[in-house]
């Protein structure tokens, strides 16, 4: 059970927008800055969003990130076949002492 | 362009130690704030931290592995280690070396990845 709850899947047709939750609490992602990773199958995780909303050189802004409170949300509009991926948000839990990652949602072009 | 590597057995014993090595080109390992760390992944578990090391100066390790966890750097060769003692069935998994921006708390170059199995 991860101390970041993310949907298991969710999915769109192509050109639509796809919403992943990521829920914490006041130890996390109430206290720090929330990330996101693209992943998929076999590959590396891959820095998408850093600092709930920064995008690092070369993401498209059809991908972005915000953070209200203790949960961040990922957006993607204009979905392509090639987003289809997991997808994982993280930051730092101050209870535990640990970086955290969400369980991760699976990302499926209809 | 920043690139990291990871080497070291595929295989392990149970209650041996698992150690792999992480091979960072492109960049100094010495870079001011810059924090290498471990993360595995297992179908069942997901993503997990393992621990970050900065220089040979900070060390922060998941704390449900601190008691077998070990995490060095040799500056000169530009690499970085994890030593995972007594491992078992459950260590088994994909592991990742990444970098690790700690204060800003976001990984944003990772290794390939190497996957590593625990038996006799």
């Known amino acids: 059970q991860s101390v970041l709850t993310q949907p298991p899947s969710v999915s769109a047709a192509s050109g639509q927008k796809v919403t992943i939750s990521c829920a914490g609490s006041?130890?996390?992602?109430?206290?720090?800055?929330v990330s996101w990773y693209q992943q998929f199958p076999g590959t590396a995780p891959k820095l998408l969003i850093y600092e709930n909303s920064l995008r690092p050189s070369g993401i498209p802004d059809r991908f972005s990130g915000s953070k209200s409170g203790t949960s961040a949300t990922l957006d993607i509009t204009g979905l392509q076949n090639g987003d289809e991926a997991d997808y994982y948000c993280?930051?730092?839990?101050?209870?535990?002492?640990?970086?955290?990652f969400g369980g991760g949602t699976k990302v499926t072009v209809l | 362009q920043l690139q990291l590597q990871e080497s070291g057995p595929g295989l392990v014993k149970p209650s041996e130690t698992l150690s792999l090595t992480c091979t960072v080109s492109?960049?100094?390992?010495?870079?001011?704030?810059?924090?290498w760390g471990w993360v595995r992944q297992t179908p069942g578990k997901g993503l997990e931290w393992l621990g970050s090391?900065?220089?040979?100066?900070?060390?922060y390790y998941n704390p449900s592995l601190r008691s077998r966890i070990t995490m060095s750097v040799d500056t000169s060769k530009n690499q970085f280690f994890l030593n995972l003692s007594t491992v078992a069935a459950a260590d088994a998994a994909v592991y990742y070396c990444a970098k690790h921006m700690w204060l800003r708390n976001y990984f944003d170059y990772w290794g390939p990845g190497i996957p590593v199995a625990i038996s006799s």
């Open positions: 993280e930051t730092r839990d101050e209870s535990l002492s640990s970086v955290v």
């Open positions: 090391i900065y220089l040979s100066d900070y060390t």
């Open positions: 006041n130890s996390n992602i109430g206290f720090n800055s």
């Open positions: 492109g960049g100094s390992i010495k870079r001011t704030s810059h924090y």
